[in-house]
């Protein structure tokens, strides 16, 4: 019995078996790669929403829009020291009725838990310092 034919067809076999497991490793080499790639993008993500997560607490928020703020604002930035909410309501030129003084010091109040202003004591209050 003549095993050369038999033979040449294995060869032939290993030789295509070979190829196919030759791209497959090269494949898998790229994929991994690529999966390292995804890995530290994902890692990245995670910090940078850690690191913004952990900012969002320290940056003061805007104030509400009210026509009223800003001109509020204006106030304490010429301001040499705190102010009381008639101060404001004066500098604001509005008449120093209870209506509007206790309208001025809910606003005042607002820009304080807003992180805006700071209530230096009890209805006193100045421009919060920047970091």
Known sequence: MNLQPLLNALGIQE??????????????SELQARLREAETHLEHLAITRKTVTGLADRIPASPPEHPDYPRI?????????????????????????????????????RL??????????????????RP
Do not use: H, M, S, W
């Open 15 to 28: 030789e295509a078996a070979r190829g196919l497991a030759d791209d497959l490793r090269t494949r898998i």
């Open 112 to 129: 304080v838990r807003l992180g805006v202003l700071a209530e230096a004591d009890t209805g006193n209050f100045t421009r919060r310092p």
């Open 73 to 109: 604002l204006a106030v304490f930035n010429e301001a040499t020291g705190p102010l009381r909410a008639k101060d404001v309501c004066q500098a604001l030129g509005r008449e120093l009725l209870p209506k509007n003084i206790e309208g001025t010091r809910v606003k005042l109040k």
